[in-house]
């Protein structure tokens, strides 16, 4: 029998989580992945509890996020810890209404992505006037 905490962890949610964190579409991530890959594909993965451990790799790779992330983060941890957190704060430093939050780290995540985000929306908007182009040139 699976630990609770186990049971907790869905990698596909976890996925979905860190590329919108990342400002990355589905359609972005299925072409990094390839051909055998779509939006509607990446939908169906974000869906699945467990995944493939190469699949895990792959998506790691693209997004620079380690793949003991996806199989490890527990969003009711996460939440616990933090909540347990600010109730320590609260106690040793009472008076301190306003904490701080150093988010950096993920600003300097999404700085680093900024410019792949860029040119796979640029990707995609010659895509439509490629197929919008191709369409024309059926009518014809």
Known sequence: MTNSASHNIH???NIKRFREMLGIKQDA???ELGDDWSQ???SLLEQKETIEEDILRQVSEILHIPVEAFQNFD???AVNIIANT???EKEAYIGNSKP???INPLE???KLHEEKIVLYERMLKEKGEMIARLE???MK
């Open 100 to 102: 701080t939050f150093n």
């Open 75 to 77: 969003e009711e941890q």
């Open 29 to 31: 991530l299925a072409h």
């Open 11 to 13: 990698q596909g949610r």
């Open 40 to 42: 509607k594909k990446i």
């Open 136 to 138: 024309k040139l059926m």
């Open 108 to 110: 300097e995540i999404k």
């Open 86 to 88: 600010f109730n320590i």
